[in-house]
């Protein structure tokens, strides 16, 4: 198992998180927005910690899930927050932030799959 790739992604699903919640609770005021992405934070920083103390094949199908997610929040966001610039940079860096890390998980369960194909064919 590529183990060090659901590593990476644990770490960088915490990383996303902290800032998330961090201009959470400096810069939002709308409290729907608030309840949103002071859960999906929260949740992600679970993911992340799952991924680094037990990095297993069920967390890359969750990674994946929460990065669509966490992407289709931001974006929302995004376009909600469009007239005023510096939200909506920050939107834009954390969805495509948590979209990517997603991917990673995405990518490391490729990984895992064509070495099982690997391993068969040797065998």
């Known amino acids: 198992m590529d183990v060090m ?3 990476i992604a644990g770490v960088l699903w915490i990383a996303v ?10 810069f939002r005021v709308d409290s729907y927005q608030i309840a949103a992405t002071l859960g999906f934070g929260i949740a992600t920083v679970i993911l992340g910690v799952w991924m680094l103390a037990r990095p297993s094949r069920v ?3 969750a990674s994946i899930i929460a990065g669509i997610a966490w ?3 931001y974006a929302g966001l995004t376009v909600l927050q469009s007239d005023e610039m510096a939200a909506w940079v920050t939107d834009a860096f954390l969805a495509v932030a948590g ?8 990518t490391a369960g490729a ?4 070495a ?5 064919r040797g065998s």
């Open 5 to 7: 790739r659901l590593r």
């Open 17 to 26: 998180a902290a800032f998330s919640i961090a201009t959470t609770v400096v």
């Open 59 to 61: 967390a890359i199908p």
């Open 71 to 73: 992407l289709m929040l």
């Open 99 to 106: 979209g990517g890390v997603g991917v990673l998980a995405w």
């Open 111 to 114: 990984q895992l799959d064509h």
């Open 116 to 120: 099982a194909s690997r391993a068969e």
